[in-house]
């Protein structure tokens, strides 16, 4: 509370029992449905920085916010440094879907320029996984990915996701084929 006051907050509530704790938490959320009635659509990103990095992610998020004219809505934890920018785009318009991908593609580069990672709560999968690199070196991704394929020789657990194009099982020769099929035949190889 001394802290926030000193840096110019101009509210401040701490709550006093079981039921408002439990009101804050409801409305924080609310904040995702909340968007939903501004915007028609919005891409909810989740990197993490630390705490003392939020005003710097903040502003870096307004600032990429103007470069690709697209709303944002900046939804935290501040607890726990983890992000969840709602970026704010309407699908019936060309090009704007693009625009919020590479919008949110920036935040997560911030992320990990300000010392943290690019996901918090919500994994790697499909949407981050070109972004590893921004994080990981070739070194620490040929390792990984050897490990995924000792855990995981048959390529059955999450295939095509986590690893960035070209670390896949396939190149350390663990892919398996049987009477002429493929295992996961529509997941793009390369």
């Given at each position: ?94 090009g704007e879907i693009e625009r919020a991908e590479a919008f949110g593609a920036d935040i997560l ?82």
């Amino acid at each position: 509370e001394t802290i926030a006051n000193a840096c110019g907050s101009t509210t401040c509530q701490i709550s006093t029992s079981e039921a408002e704790r439990n009101l804050f938490w409801a409305g924080r959320k609310a904040a995702f449905p909340a968007v939903g009635r501004i915007s028609p659509d919005y891409l909810c990103m989740d990197g993490t920085i630390p705490r003392g990095a939020l005003p710097k992610a903040l502003a870096r998020i307004r600032e990429l916010s103007e470069k690709y004219q697209l709303g944002c809505a900046n939804v935290f934890h501040a607890g726990d440094g983890n992000l969840h920018p709602l970026i704010l785009y309407d699908a019936n318009k060309p090009g704007e879907i693009e625009r919020a991908e590479a919008f949110g593609a920036d935040i997560l580069r911030a992320c990990v320029e300000f010392g943290g990672v690019l996901t918090g709560e919500h994994g790697v999968g499909i949407e981050k996984r070109d972004l590893m690199p921004e994080m990981f070196s070739e070194i620490d991704l040929n390792q990984q990915q050897r490990l995924k394929c000792a855990f995981d020789a048959q390529g059955l657990l999450n295939p095509g996701k986590v690893f960035p194009t070209l670390h896949r099982c396939a190149e350390l020769g663990r892919m398996h084929v049987h009477a002429g099929n493929l295992a996961f035949p529509d997941i793009p190889r390369f």
